[in-house]
């Protein structure tokens, strides 16, 4: 599906905004050409501004590859193409975060199973 594209892409300066190595290794598995700029973006959206979890997560994507653009562009490395992602998890429309430490994590775990 991305064939007809490739060689147009292999001439453009392509971001993946993440370290994640699940990304990474979904673009290596396609042989998209591609370099890694994680992201500084501080991931501290008021969740409940948004209507739907996926509209958190789109921002939040969004707001990790601009960041990235911006960052690239001062230092006269505008990239053509910036990827950016996200990922959550949600039960009943609400947004859980990556556990900040074992108690939350054992919290989280109990509401999946407890609920």
């Keep these: 599906m ?5 060689q147009k892409l292999l001439t453009k300066k392509i971001i993946l ?4 190595p699940r990304r990474k290794q979904i673009l290596h598995n396609i042989k998209f050409p591609f370099e890694v700029v994680p992201s500084t973006f501080e ?6 501004s948004f209507d739907k979890p996926y ?3 789109q921002e939040t994507a969004y707001s990790k590859a601009l ?3 911006k960052r690239l562009e001062k230092e006269t490395k505008q990239p053509d193409l910036v990827i950016g992602a996200d990922t959550v998890v949600t039960m009943d429309s609400i947004i859980f ?3 900040r430490d074992e108690e939350d994590a054992f919290q989280m775990l109990s509401r999946y199973f407890f609920s």
């Design 2 to 6: 991305i064939e007809p594209l490739m």
């Design 17 to 20: 905004a993440s370290s994640s």
């Design 43 to 48: 991931e501290n959206l008021d969740k409940t």
């Design 55 to 57: 509209d958190y997560v």
């Design 67 to 69: 960041e990235v653009f």
């Design 97 to 99: 975060e990556k556990p």
